[in-house]
């Protein structure tokens, strides 16, 4: 596991608020652009199903070309920006532009609400190879949504299939490391059972009675090759259409641009966390290296990648039979007590993050709760996080709303339906605790609303975030609060003075090395080592409640009922995925993104407390 701590994509720490609506619709829009939006609104009432890749429609569809492109509330870049959709998305439209005011391609109203541009963004030719290319986008059904893993040594991204020439001029003492992993493979890419190896139902429930592996007719993670690990359908896909021949048969949609004869775009470091989806092996004139492809269609080899799975942990749906309170095991040593008189003896050893029903009841001996359990023990509160209904119902429970709780002393989360609670799990809070979150890594404590709801972004481990494309591509865009700085990757900075690499295209001559230059991102070469820090590709299932606050999946950790992140609410993936998906607005099918509000649905209340 990785050592360093980090929170969600977003800095964890405010991000502005959406920019306020522009007002009119620019002039050549005409009346058009407000019809063609309300048709494709969806009736009120009704809510928006879970987000997919390919909607089913009898509209004509648009399509992305680009690794994101934003959803504008109106017909020109000025607008509210209402979400993105990733690369290979695909979205009912109008079948009419609304107008073509800085679009020459025109604006197409799409559903549920928005428009795009067609043109460097999207396209309506739906034979587009780049949109063949992404494949079907993230996998809503399971916890991961993406294969993932983690790299082990420097690697170059290659954009296309690379000669054993080109691997040995880019990769240091290759011959020696491909050595070593041919002799140490069996063991460096083992792998354990993980997030989507634990049954889930339709909600993203655990299913009860079904234990890590069991999933029926599908294989889990200790049944798959290598191949499919790292996002493959098999062992001997064949590389994809778009690298027949050597060649790069689609442009570059990573937001680090190279010139068109570049071998490889940036490499990653150790510890970056890659998404994958797909990998393919090669022959002799490749060096037999199996490559993985990226989300952004970059290839990485696999030899200096090692598969992860994620943690399998995971909460517990509350019904009449299980419910609050109760207490989840934080600590491995912990055992039960007895208790007589004023003497709490300690008794059998209980199992790690075991859930333990208690009776409500408390002793307090030595200055120490005790809690009772139903079963007439009692547990230690230097050992267990509370799960427990609030002294006071807020607001929103006495309307029958959904709301989340989190608890930072307890580290436990509660999904709440009104007054009765539906789910409960353990979290990881800011580092700080308890602490002042304005000067220390402690997690935000207040009412708030979830903002915006992302599948998945890009942060790294000094957590700044990206989207993948422009600063502006999200309407949450970090502010300059505290010193962070948006930057022209799309990121923001918190807590570090280190600014993140430019994407630029320098043109080295053929053989020359040019020496990194401090805050440069240059074709060939990457920052000095120790200079910045490494990413962690597509966290899945961000939702931003506070400026740079966010719940979010970590797969890089398994410490859940630890504080551990820079002030968000790390979530295992399986919890992360259910509270995803339990929360309002839904993201609507084929966006990766939104931001809640007027347009599409106010967010679900979330109650932080110490």
């Known amino acids: 596991m990785l050592s360093a701590a980090v929170c969600g994509a977003g800095a964890c720490k405010k991000p502005a608020d959406a920019p306020a609506d522009a007002g009119a619709v620019a002039d050549d829009a005409g009346a058009g652009a407000e019809a063609a939006a309300a048709a494709l609104t969806a009736p009120a009432g009704e809510p928006a199903p879970a987000a997919t890749a390919w909607p089913p429609s009898d509209k004509p569809l648009l399509g992305v070309t680009a690794f994101v492109a934003t959803v504008y509330k109106e017909p020109r870049d000025t607008s509210k920006k209402l979400g993105y959709l990733r690369v290979g998305s695909r979205v009912p439209r109008a079948a009419e532009p609304a107008g073509t005011a800085g679009c020459p391609g ?112 599908g294989k889990n993670s200790l049944e798959l090759g290598e191949g499919a690990l790292l996002g493959a359908e098999g062992e001997n896909d064949p590389p994809p259409f778009w690298l027949e021949g050597g060649k790069r048969l689609i442009r570059n949609i990573s937001d680090f641009k190279v010139p068109d004869y570049a071998v490889f775009a940036d490499r990653a470091r150790r510890f970056t966390g890659l998404s994958l989806i797909g990998s393919f092996p090669t022959g002799p004139e490749s060096l037999n290296r199996r490559f993985a492809i990226t989300t952004d269609l970059r290839l990485a080899p696999a030899t200096k990648i090692k598969p992860d799975t994620g943690s399998p942990w995971h909460g517990v749906e509350l019904n009449e039979e299980l419910t609050l309170p109760l207490a989840f095991v934080r600590a491995r040593s912990a055992r039960d007590v007895q208790i007589q008189g004023d003497k709490a003896t300690p008794g059998k050893e209980l199992p790690f993050r075991e859930v333990v029903p208690l009776s409500g009841k408390m002793r307090r001996i030595e200055g120490v709760k005790y809690y009772r359990t139903k079963d007439q023990r009692y547990v230690s509160q230097l050992d267990v996080g509370l799960a427990i209904a609030p002294s006071a119902w807020p607001e929103v429970a006495e309307k029958g709303e959904k709301w989340i709780e989190v608890s930072i002393t307890h580290q436990t989360l509660v999904l709440w339906e009104g007054k009765r609670p539906v789910y409960a799990t353990l979290v990881s809070t800011g580092q700080a605790g308890v ?120 797969y890089w950790h398994d410490v859940f009922g630890t504080p551990r992140s820079h002030g968000c609410i790390n979530m295992s993936p399986i919890d992360a995925h259910r509270v995803f998906m339990w929360t309002d607005p839904p993201v609507p099918p084929g966006w990766h993104a939104i931001n809640t509000g007027e347009e599409l649905g106010e967010g679900t209340t979330i109650i932080i407390h110490e």
């Open 106 to 217: 025109g604006w197409y109203a799409i559903e549920p609400h928005g428009f795009l541009c067609v043109g460097e963004e999207a396209t309506l030719d739906l034979d587009d190879p780049i949109l063949k290319a992404a494949g079907p986008g993230p996998n809503l059904r399971t916890a991961l949504p993406y294969r993932y893993a983690f790299v082990r040594a420097v690697l170059p991204l290659y954009l296309r299939v690379p000669t054993a020439e080109e691997q040995r001029k880019s990769e240091f003492k290759l011959d020696e490391h491909l050595a070593w992993f041919e002799e140490n493979k069996a063991t460096v890419q083992r792998v354990v059972l993980g997030a989507n190896d634990v049954p889930i139902d339709a909600r993203g429930v655990p299913l009860p009675g079904k234990r890590i592996g069991e999933l029926g007719l």
């Open 435 to 554: 602490a002042d979150p304005k000067t220390t890594t402690a997690t935000v404590r207040g009412v708030f609303r979830i903002r915006n709801k992302h599948i998945t972004a890009t942060m790294d481990s000094n957590e700044s975030s990206s989207v993948g494309g422009r600063a502006d591509t999200t309407a949450d865009a970090p502010s300059a609060s505290r010193g962070a700085k948006p930057d022209k990757g799309g990121s923001s900075k918190e807590r570090s003075s280190k600014k993140p690499a430019a994407s630029a295209a320098a043109k080295p001559e053929a053989g020359q090395k040019a020496a990194p230059r401090k805050g440069d991102g240059e074709y060939g070469v990457t920052r000095r080592r120790g200079e910045g820090t490494y990413a962690l590709k597509d966290v899945p299932y961000i939702q931003y409640f506070a400026s740079g606050y966010a719940l979010h999946a970590a």
